[in-house]
């Protein structure tokens, strides 16, 4: 390790491979007008998952693979990833950790950044140009503006309402793809196809229906060309635990590899990505860096959404609750694992359908042991982050499958017992303040403060649990009953009660 950390940059490139213990890339990044793939909101998912399986390709010259990947950042909090993107070539490092040891490598896949408050016009041309075969996007459950409550697009989000009525100077994610499209669409170009990476079930399908359905709204005689060519939207299941990236993390490849890097990423060595093929300009070879391209994605989305996902949910508040910051820790707390465990199999496993390759049992002790992997240390704030949008997402799908075949809710009702009681508290069991990211933490928060331990009060936001389930009396029942055990025992007793129960 040099005494002095290498600043990361292409110029500093060779003394950072002369690094003990650093793996550095060695093929050269594809020219401009290369076949190109623009990923919208490049944050640590996507540079520990898509950008990997690029960088994989790329280094291996499987079939002479050549193309460009243009990361896109467009919200107040990309700034810093801009200047580190900016001053780094777009250079980082990857540590991948388990109970091995940390492996540290050098990804370059990104080939150039650019910030859409300050580039929106360069945005717009890089997606319009022919080069341009595929737009990627990891915007989170809140970025597709669905109104949980019918399933439809969020007509009165301000971001649409803005991009309707400034269509050439757009803020969302929707707004810029319109905008390019509009320009392929005058310039006798094929849309792009538009791949979805975000934790969501049936994700292509969803971003289909929503920018359908604002293309429809901004400009209808666009909405008929993308329906005329077919414009393609393929599902696909993502999965690579991925904390956050903080000082610590930096700390540690300075000091561990001899990297001065301002925007490392850790995440997990298991990594999955099943992609639907469907890509009518064309795509990468990523089978060829280990991803699964089939026909049909839904029963992997399922077993992740459901298994994993969920149980995130169920770890998170509960664990921030009792006092624990970080996932291991809450792991190591018998009580937690034993409601993840139970509700992944009696009320969620019954109802997934089989997944081919795939053995359930298999797959819910690795995500056991995922989760309560030490060298990961994953936030629990991280996965509590848009609870409103991730609960109605990953765990009311799943009280809704089981309801409908007459089976138990109750983990599941305790998972959102949780998250009310976590909205309506300020500090946890230990006298540790709180924290909270939820794009909709004014309206929730207030609503779990002043209904306290009556459930009613969130159960009525038809956005999040639809009419059907605020009005189912077994469900709703449930958590109100579970609430109010939390409120009377606090967490630990709540969870202590309910997990050793029949």
Not at 153 to 179: C, K, T
Request: hydrophobic residues 45%; charged residues 20%.
């Amino acid at each position: 390790m040099a005494a002095v950390p290498v600043p990361l940059n292409l110029a500093n490139l060779p003394k950072v491979g002369n690094l003990p213990n650093v793996r550095i890339p060695t093929y050269a990044r594809a020219p401009a007008g290369a076949p190109t793939i623009v990923h919208i909101s490049v944050g640590g998912f996507h540079r520990a998952h898509q950008a990997v399986y690029l960088d994989d390709l790329l280094q291996s010259n499987a079939g002479g693979e050549r193309w460009r990947l243009v990361g896109v950042g467009l919200l107040p909090f990309d700034i810093p990833a801009r200047d580190a993107m900016k001053a780094q070539d777009c250079l980082y490092t990857l540590i991948e950790r388990d109970q091995k040891g940390d492996s540290a490598r050098v990804i370059a896949s990104i080939s150039e950044y650019l910030y859409a408050p300050e580039q929106g016009t360069n945005v717009m041309e890089v997606m319009a140009d022919a080069s341009c075969r595929i737009v990627s996007m990891t915007i989170t459950e809140g970025g597709y503006f669905i109104h949980e409550g019918t399933g439809d697009l969020n007509v009165e989000h301000p971001d649409i309402q803005h991009d309707l009525a400034n269509p050439a100077a757009p803020r969302s994610s929707f707004g810029y793809i319109l905008a390019a499209l509009r320009k392929r669409k005058a310039n006798g170009l094929q849309p792009f196809t538009v791949l979805s990476c975000d934790n969501m079930q049936s994700n292509g399908d969803v971003a289909k229906k929503m920018i359908s359905a604002f293309a429809k709204l901004a400009d209808p005689e666009l909405a008929l060309w993308l329906e005329k060519n077919n414009a393609a939207f393929p599902n696909c299941m993502v999965d690579r635990i991925t904390p956050a990236t903080t000082d610590v993390h930096r700390k540690l490849v300075a000091e561990k590899f001899g990297i001065l890097d301002q925007w490392p990423v850790t995440c997990e060595s298991f990594r999955q990505w099943v992609v639907e093929d469907h890509f009518p300009l064309g795509r990468p070879a990523w089978e060829k860096a280990g991803a699964q391209m089939t026909p049909d994605v839904l029963p992997y989305e399922l077993m992740k959404i459901r298994l994993l996902n969920a149980s995130h949910q169920a770890l998170c508040y509960t664990g921030m609750l009792i006092g624990h910051r970080y996932a291991p820790e809450a792991m190591a707390d018998a009580n937690i694992s034993k409601l993840l465990r139970r509700m992944m199999d009696e009320e969620v496993t019954p109802y997934l359908k089989p997944v081919p390759g795939v053995n359930l049992e298999d797959y819910k002790s690795t995500v056991i042991e995922r989760f309560a992997n030490p060298a990961v240390n994953d936030q629990l704030l991280r996965i509590g982050t848009e609870g409103s949008a991730r609960i109605a997402k990953f765990v009311l799908p799943c009280v809704r499958d089981s309801l409908a075949a007459g089976g138990k809710v109750k983990f599941l009702s305790f998972t959102v017992a949780s998250w009310i009681y976590y909205l309506g508290q300020t500090k946890d069991e230990t006298g540790q303040l709180l924290g909270f990211i939820d794009p909709m933490l004014a309206r929730v928060q207030a609503a779990a403060v002043a209904g306290k331990d009556d459930a009613k009060a969130l159960l009525e936001f038809k956005e999040i649990f639809g009419a059907d389930l605020a009005g189912n009396a077994k469900f709703a029942g449930q958590v109100d009953e579970i609430l109010k055990e939390f409120y009377a025992s606090g967490p630990s007793g709540a969870l202590k009660k309910y997990v050793n129960s029949a």
